[in-house]
T-cell receptor, first 113, second 113 residues
């Protein structure tokens, strides 16, 4: 079955610094990959998704992610962190063999002033 | 225009009680889900329904029983509540194709005393 691993349960950056949240996937067939964000006391919102078109995917709020098949990775980046980016981020995977989506354990992003 | 709504938002109850959480989506999706998020933010799928039929039933105690009266609703009934049931429960919906993202409700925080 497909799965994702998020490296680092907690990432802390300074405001204005680069944000890098890591996600590696495992899938026996081409995957579909997603990044979700969860703000405190809210549900999950989709940031971006990869569905086998362009390998560099741009999402909302200035985030982007690059699909790298050779590294089985789908890391999330943002050039300059903002205080409002502080949240929990989840990577998720599905594929044509498994319509259900599997989520990573999440990474909490803290942004310091 | 709330896409996926859940009621109640908060639920505090005693051990041994029976409670229900309701979920409705107005997106016209054919698949709905229930997730449990524990205190460490780990998100675990519990059930998935497609067109009112059960698709996914993860290892969940049979005290948990989903009910889907129609495509737009998926309710979760929990019998004989236990302390370990305390968590945030999220409902989600999607179109049942693996590349489609899921839309999440705001969550129901269940506290069992």
């Amino acid at each position: 079955a497909q799965s994702v691993t998020q490296l680092g349960s907690h990432v802390s950056v300074s405001e204005g610094a680069l944000v890098l949240l890591r996600c590696n996937y495992s899938s026996s067939v081409p995957p579909y990959l997603f990044w979700y964000v969860q703000y405190p006391n809210q549900g999950l919102q989709l940031l971006l998704k990869y569905t086998s078109a362009a390998t560099l995917v741009k999402g909302i709020n200035g985030f982007e992610a690059e699909f790298k098949k050779s590294e089985t990775s789908f890391h999330l980046t943002k050039p300059s962190a903002h205080m409002s980016d502080a949240a929990e981020y989840f990577c998720a995977v599905s594929d044509d063999n498994n319509n259900d989506m599997r989520f990573g354990a999440g990474t909490r992003l803290t942004v310091k002033p | 225009d709330t896409a996926v709504s859940q009621t109640p938002k908060y639920l505090v109850t005693q051990m041994g009680n029976d409670k229900s959480i309701k979920c409705e989506q107005n997106l016209g999706h054919d698949t709905m889900y229930w997730y449990k998020q524990d205190s460490k933010k780990f998100l675990k799928i519990m059930f998935s329904y497609n067109n009112k039929e059960l698709i996914i039933n993860e290892t969940v105690p049979n005290r948990f029983s989903p009910k889907s009266p129609d495509k737009a609703h998926l309710n979760l009934h929990i019998n004989s509540l236990e302390l370990g049931d305390s968590a945030v429960y999220f409902c989600a919906s999607s179109q049942r194709l693996s590349y489609n993202e899921q839309f999440f409700g705001p969550g129901t925080r269940l506290t069992v005393l």
